[in-house]
């Protein structure tokens, strides 16, 4: 059984930073890539970014490139997601997800387990 936990998200001016945290517990984090996906009501959840389990390997959303960055460190089990010059349109909330393989994907269905998320909401 594998539980993730998001947190760090809130109410942040336009142009601002946040830095997410996914917390994973009950199997070691490096056996799986971790990715982070969005969204709003009414709309489907999509990709934001994500990580493979070595770290060596990430890839993002078009939308957040050079915006965003994802990390981590497996020996805290946690995946980090930093974002900076955040805008209105960000404003969504946000999911980690596992998968059991060293790939990054952005396909959600990818992903096994998955977080309760976390809210981010960028005021203009």
């Known amino acids: 059984q594998v539980q993730l936990a998001e947190s760090g998200g809130g109410l942040v001016q336009a142009g601002g930073s946040l830095r997410l945290s996914c917390v994973v517990s009950?199997?070691?984090?490096?056996?799986?890539?971790v990715g982070w996906f969005r969204q709003t009501p009414g709309k489907e959840r999509t990709f934001v970014s994500s990580?493979?389990?070595?770290?060596?390997?990430?890839n993002y959303a078009s939308s957040v490139a050079g915006r965003f960055t994802i990390s981590r460190n497996n020996s805290k089990n946690t995946v980090y997601l930093q974002m900076n010059s955040l805008k209105p349109d960000d404003t969504a909330l946000y999911y980690c997800?596992?998968?059991?393989?060293?790939?990054?994907?952005?396909?959600?269905?990818?992903?096994?387990?998955w977080g309760q998320g976390t809210q981010v909401t960028v005021s203009s």
């Open positions: 997800a596992g998968r059991r393989d060293g790939y990054t994907s952005s396909v959600i269905n990818a992903y096994n387990y």
């Open positions: 009950g199997r070691t984090l490096s056996m799986y890539t």
């Open positions: 990580i493979s389990w070595r770290g060596g390997a990430a």
